[in-house]
Structures are given as C-alpha cells and as structure tokens.
C-alpha cells in the first residue's frame, strides 16, 4: 500500500511567507507526532512548488489541522515572546532569557530554546545602542506601533482552525485583517506598487500563514561570525543588499535533514551549482532581496537562481 501524502496546495514555494509557514507546519507536527517522522518535500503542483507531507501513517487533514493548532496553543504562553514587544532588548535581558531557557529545555520542550536562537544571540552587541543583534528576519521594531513580538502573541492567540486549513489548502485570498509579520511580497505597500494611498488602505494578509511561519523561523537560527551575526540562509552582496536563499527539495526530508538543507554554503554563491545541489536532492533555488523602506523591514517576489 502506498504512503498516504497530503498536499498543501496553499502553500507556494516562491513565497517567503509561505516557504516559512511550511518549515513551520514541518516542525510543528514533528514535535506532536514523536512516535512517527513527518517528512517533507517539494512538488509542482497549480503552477507551483507545493509542499508535501509525508511519513504521518494514516493522519489526515483534520489530524494535522490538530497538531498544528496543539502546538500553538502551547506557544500561547512562551516566555520566548514575553519578554519583551520587539529585539531591542539590553545584553543582560536577552542573555536572562536565554539562561533560563536552556535549563527548562527538554526533548518535549525545546520551543524556547529554539526561538531565542533564531531571535539572537547577547554575545553580540549593538554599538549604538548595546542593544543585541538580532536576527534578518525581524522586520519590524515598534515603529508605527508594530512591534516583532508583539505580533507574534496576537497571532498565537488569534489564529483558528480555519485559519490553518484556508492558508494550507485554499488559494490564498488575504482575507485576514492585520497584524501581518511583514514576510509576504504582498506586504511591501510603497506608493509606487499600490493603487490606493497605503496609510488608508488597510493590511489584509493571510493569518494561519503568518502564525506557522513563526514557528517556521527556529528552523533559521542565528549564529556569531567573528564580529557579526549572522542568520540561517541569507547573505550580504556588496553594492546590492541583504538577500535571502532556500532551497526546494524533491526527497521526503524529515526536521532534522530540512535543517541541514537549508544551511548548506552552496546555496550563498552567486549562481548556486545545480549539479551539487541536485546530488542532495535539491530540485530548485529561491532567492529574495530584504529591502528596507523608512522604518519597516519587506522581501521582494523571489526569482528561481
């Protein structure tokens, strides 16, 4: 008999938000279904890079819609978005989480440990204001009222069944009211690109994206390189900016092998070689420019390398 597969056809591969909501799903349900392997790989499907889950038995739709909201339930309360509204925390504060986390941490409770690491890290600071360095994909930090963590608590406590099961298999309509993490291209609302006037227009977005894309960033951690910090997947490209690379995969690929998927160097260079990557699986490469407009951090539509 063949592996029973569940397709989540909402999910496009070329979308930031929606590439992280699929590393989110992938981590969530591997931390509910211990006794199992949840795998995950990559198919075309609707014009697309879908998602697809594997390696579940015989969980269906409603049995993952479960585990996803298990999860977040259990994410309600964290101290990891506690502590503060948004990264700009002092060394000390952040290193006091840290502490604490890693001596409550456990095989059944590594979301704190998981996500301070993906926030940043206090061996590094700030020299303007000492404050820690953090990750890349922070895009916010209290301006105009948005605020990183802060969010990140409205969408634990806000996000629905329904929503999980309209962002994982029905074409996304951005029907949602805000607050919206700011990792979808749709997000990006310079004058230029919008027919009405931004600051009247109000932020429609996709919540059960944004929530499982959240748990999707403690599978990009940070890391100290000599006197910088750098985050999972991204680079700096002189004269041009900050951009983010992943990797779409076409072997069912559990947590643990996503992790070194999405680390691998070849994947930074500037025409990543697509003999190597394909020897590991690797059927296509995404790459997508963080852009930065006033106080608020975007992605670009990612474009295949």
């Given at each position: 008999m063949s592996e029973k597969q569940l397709l989540l056809k909402g999910l496009d591969g070329g979308n930031p938000l929606a590439f992280l909501a699929a590393l989110g799903t992938l981590q969530a349900v591997s931390l509910t279904w211990l006794d199992r392997t949840p795998r995950l790989h990559w198919e075309v499907a609707g014009g697309a890079y879908?998602?697809?889950?594997?390696?579940m038995g015989d969980k269906n739709e409603d049995?993952?819609?479960a585990a996803l909201l298990e999860q977040i339930t259990a994410l309600k309360d964290n101290p990891a978005f506690a502590f503060a509204d948004d990264l700009a925390v002092a060394q000390d504060v952040f290193r006091r989480i840290a502490v604490q986390a890693y001596v409550e941490c456990a095989f059944r409770k590594r979301h704190t440990c998981?996500?301070?690491?993906?926030?940043?890290?206090?061996?590094?600071?700030?020299?303007?204001?000492?404050?820690?360095?953090?990750?890349?994909?922070?895009?916010?930090?209290?301006?105009?009222?948005?605020?990183?963590?802060?969010?990140?608590?409205?969408?634990?406590?806000s996000t629905s069944v329904e929503h999980l099961r309209s962002c994982l298999f029905d074409k996304w309509n951005y029907n949602d009211p805000g607050p919206s993490m700011r990792w979808d291209p749709m997000d990006?609302?310079?004058?230029a690109l919008r027919w009405k006037e931004p600051s009247g227009d109000p932020i429609r977005t996709v919540r059960g994206a944004n929530c499982l894309a959240i748990i999707g960033l403690t599978l990009l951690p940070t890391q100290p390189v000599g006197d910088a910090l750098e985050t999972t997947g991204f680079t700096q490209i002189p004269r041009k900016?900050?951009?983010?690379?992943?990797?779409?995969?076409?072997?069912?690929?559990?947590?643990?092998?996503?992790r070194s998927l999405l680390a691998l160097r070849e994947l930074q260079e500037k025409t990543p070689p697509r003999h190597r990557l394909s020897a590991l699986g690797v059927i296509e490469v995404f790459r997508s420019q963080r852009i930065t407009q006033g106080k608020y951090r975007n992605f670009t539509t990612a474009v295949p390398v």
């Open positions: 879908r998602p697809v889950l594997t390696g049995d993952l819609l998981d996500f301070i690491a993906a926030f940043g890290c206090d061996a590094l600071a700030d020299a303007k204001n000492r404050g820690i360095l953090d990750t890349a994909l922070r895009t916010m930090s209290g301006a105009g009222h948005q605020h990183f963590l802060g969010f990140m608590r409205t969408l634990m406590i990006d609302r310079r004058y900016g900050t951009f983010w690379t992943w990797p779409i995969w076409g072997n069912p690929a559990s947590v643990d092998v996503a």
